[in-house]
């Protein structure tokens, strides 16, 4: 699932919030054929960057932005043990204790609070 299609993404393209980006990486949720190959493979920075901040790429200084926000999110994702890196390549996957986490997150954000509380 894309951020952009999940509503992740504000207006502006920048991502709504860390945990935006933390729980709703391409490889949770609904598989797209997209999706798929971040499972198989791994994904990049580049690949994330290009779905978080499409209007980046055309402007240098904003595509160094936009990979440096992309770097601190899965330094962040690493240190939780969420995602780990594929040795002797740029790439990332995510662990089963990601797989858990972040669907445990996306399924108590589409909860309906009130019952909860009841």
Known sequence: ???????????????ASADSVCFRLPT?????????EFLLQGF?????????????????LRRRQASGRITRY?????????????????????????HHVMTTALKLRQMDVSRLAA
């Open 74 to 98: 899965l330094r962040l994702l690493r240190a939780h043990g969420l995602i780990r890196k594929v040795s002797g390549t740029r790439y990332y996957r995510v662990t089963e204790k990601g």
């Open 44 to 60: 990049r920075n580049k690949d994330l960057r290009r779905h978080l901040f499409p209007e980046a790429e055309s402007h240098a």
């Open 1 to 15: 699932m894309l951020l952009a299609e999940a509503g992740c993404v504000d207006r502006v393209g920048l991502a």
């Open 28 to 36: 949770a949720g609904r598989l797209t054929s997209r999706a798929a």
